[in-house]
């Protein structure tokens, strides 16, 4: 029986084992290797990693967990959780295996969905790009085509000071790259760009939130409160799939996903020194 499960390798499930196991709690952390920001070989905005691999930047954080012998880590998935009659939960893992938790720290993520346009999964994380904050700084100076939606409007300000021009096109139809550039076609014909700003869908990338019958938000994230605790007493979640009421979507950065898995992990421990709370 652990302390905490914590599903999710990324930013905030990491997080979220480190701050568990400085506390001595039996701790383990389930990776399926799915991670959302696998298309990009630079993440950026996060101080002392600015510009680094995310692939390195999970690998520093796996080793750093090594130094905590309360923290286990197996790179399997998770294939169902429920919780018991008795408040603590049971989950199966993809090789079989049954685990017994007092508490769920949920942090696997979001999965883009990719439209179905030719070259554009392709592109992603290359030169097409959905936050201006993440990979706006390298279109320094280059062309910019924004995809039309609610946020367009948004990303054309936020882009304008850095590219040397942004424009906005209707919905695309067709991506791909040549020696000319970012050949971007919508029913307004073509442009030739550096980069594309666009918005696909995102849904939850694993079911625990609808097997535990945790409350959703009208993005389809997991709905949290500021210490991070879901509907579902003993079920806190972290990163891109939940947020709070007053945001629209979750803040998605490895930064906040950190913040969040850390605030996550230190309201399983409140709860467990504090159940009265
Ligand atoms: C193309 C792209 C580029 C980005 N660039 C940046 C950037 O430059 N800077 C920045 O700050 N942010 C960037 N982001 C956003 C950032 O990647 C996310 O906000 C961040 O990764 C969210 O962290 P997370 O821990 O919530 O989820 P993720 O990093 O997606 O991790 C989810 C984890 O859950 C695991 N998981 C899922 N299902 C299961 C299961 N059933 N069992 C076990 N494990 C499971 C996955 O394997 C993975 O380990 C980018 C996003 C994209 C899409």
Redesign the pocket.
């Known amino acids: 029986m652990y302390d905490a499960l914590v599903?999710?390798?990324?930013?905030?499930?990491?997080q979220a084992a480190l701050t568990l196991g400085r506390m001595h709690r039996p701790t383990l952390l389930?990776?399926?290797?799915?991670?959302?920001?696998?298309?990009?070989d630079?993440?950026?905005?996060?101080l002392t990693n600015d510009g680094r691999d995310?692939a390195e930047f999970r690998a520093i954080v796996r080793g750093e967990l090594e130094e905590y012998s309360d923290v286990e880590v197996r790179d399997?998935?998770?294939?169902t959780v429920a919780r018991r009659d008795d408040g603590t939960f049971s989950a199966t893992?993809?090789d079989g295996t049954v685990v017994g938790s007092r508490t769920v720290v949920l942090?696997?993520?979001?999965r883009?969905v990719m439209p179905d346009v030719p070259g554009f999964a392709e592109q992603?994380?290359r030169t097409v790009?959905?936050?201006p904050?993440?990979?706006g700084h390298e279109m320094s100076g280059k062309r910019v085509a924004v995809q039309d939606s609610p946020a367009a409007g948004h990303q054309v300000a936020m882009l304008s000071p850095i590219a040397a021009s942004v424009e906005v096109v209707p919905p695309v139809t067709a991506v791909e790259m040549t020696s000319e550039g970012l050949h971007v076609e919508s029913e307004s014909g073509k442009v030739v760009v550096d980069g594309l700003f666009a918005h696909p869908a995102f849904e939850q990338?694993?079911?625990?939130a609808a097997q535990l019958g945790l409350e959703l938000r009208e993005s389809g994230c997991v709905a949290v409160n500021l210490l991070g605790q879901t509907s579902v007493p003993g079920v806190y979640a972290?990163?891109?799939?939940a947020h709070v009421a007053d945001l629209p979507m979750?803040?998605?950065?490895?930064?906040?996903?950190?913040y969040?898995?850390q605030l996550a992990g230190a309201s399983v421990l409140r709860d467990m020194v504090m159940p009265a709370h």
């Open positions: 599903i999710g390798g990324g930013p905030a499930g990491l389930l990776d399926s290797g799915a991670y959302r920001n696998t298309p990009v630079a993440m950026h905005n996060i995310p399997v998935a998770a294939s893992l993809a942090a696997t993520g979001v883009d992603w994380g790009h959905m936050c904050f993440c990979h990338a694993a079911p625990f972290a990163g891109d799939l979750p803040m998605a950065s490895v930064l906040a996903a950190a969040a898995g």
